[in-house]
């Protein structure tokens, strides 16, 4: 197949969206397939371009106002065009909101199926960073999402959103995790002495510091005694978090192997974020045999079995997120069952496992789309 993948963010960004269309693209590449990505610019230029598995489109963009890790997409006539020039049997769109309504424009012209994959609560966002436009956001993800052939949700929460607010021709379609890279061997006593210098646990956070993840209430663990809280990540909450999170070590942002080895190095892994769709780095901790604190809601509902492998608690609720790591920082036993069944539970959610499944999807649409053969 020729796919054409649409995305709003893409490597070197660093975020959920950017990564999974880069496995995407990866994972086609690997089965055979030819993909192409378009995606915004970045003020890097071209050069991180050269380590992408297919050739990549970049379309003009601006930073977000107050939040310029992010970069929307400029309108541009090269989406069609790439579309087109690539000669696409089917055009995949990433967390479609700005440019992706420009990729589900362009398949509409050129006659080609859509699968538009949603991966961001806009409703929670607007909620978070507006006090208002829920509405209105919802009207745009459905008006995007009609559209196409199919869409793609993450997670049982997702995907009961989508149809609650009428979008139509919805499925399942969670997210792979690297087993190999993220692992419990990876554990590293020298990373571990140098953040926690008196044997402190170490309860780690992994995302971006911005408001919607809610990252202050880590602020009643960092009270808690024999406890050293590890922030990873950038954004625009980090000079205020600086503050909210008394003594604990912010590493700023890291990826890959280093990534890896703060994960395996946590002993307790907390994620705060009440609007997540999927929340990979969950899944990541997971992987390196680390037990989870996270919000019942959204994506974590389908990834922590509470009780089994870390807990559960209500959103938006410090006291909860700090009585949840003191109960597992009193129970090393507890700890290590619990990391050991989180292994277990992702072994089987590779991102080849989860690839094959998205060209099952492709296929469906594909096939619905070809005339039927009179007998």
Known sequence: MRVVIVTESFPPDVNGVAHCALQTARHLVDRGHSPLVVAPATPAGPGPDALAPCPVVRVPSLPLPGYPQVRVALPSRRVTAAVAEHRADLVHLASPFILGVRGMAAAARLGLPAVAVYQTDLGGYARTYMGVGEAAAWRRIRSVHAAADLTLAPSSAALRDLEEHGVPRVKLWPRGVDTVRFRPGHRDGALRRALAPHGELLVGYVGRLAPEKHVDLLSGVCGLPGVKVVVVGDGPSEPHLTEALPGAAFL?????????????????????????????????????G?????????????????????????????????????????????????????RDAVEGRTWAAVGDRLLEHYADVLGARRPAVAA
């Open 290 to 342: 680390v037990p989870v604190v996270a919000p019942a809601a959204g994506g974590p509902l389908d990834l922590v079995a509470h009780g089994r492998t870390g807990l559960l608690v209500p959103p938006h609720d410090a006291s909860a997120v700090r009585d949840a790591v003191r109960a597992l920082a009193a129970d090393p036993a507890r700890r290590a069952a619990y990391g050991a069944a989180a």
């Open 252 to 288: 700023g942002r890291r990826t890959g192997d280093e990534l890896a080895r703060i994960f395996a190095s946590l002993d307790v892994f907390v994620h705060t974020g009440p609007f997540e769709t999927f929340c990979q780095t969950v899944q990541e901790a997971m992987a390196s």
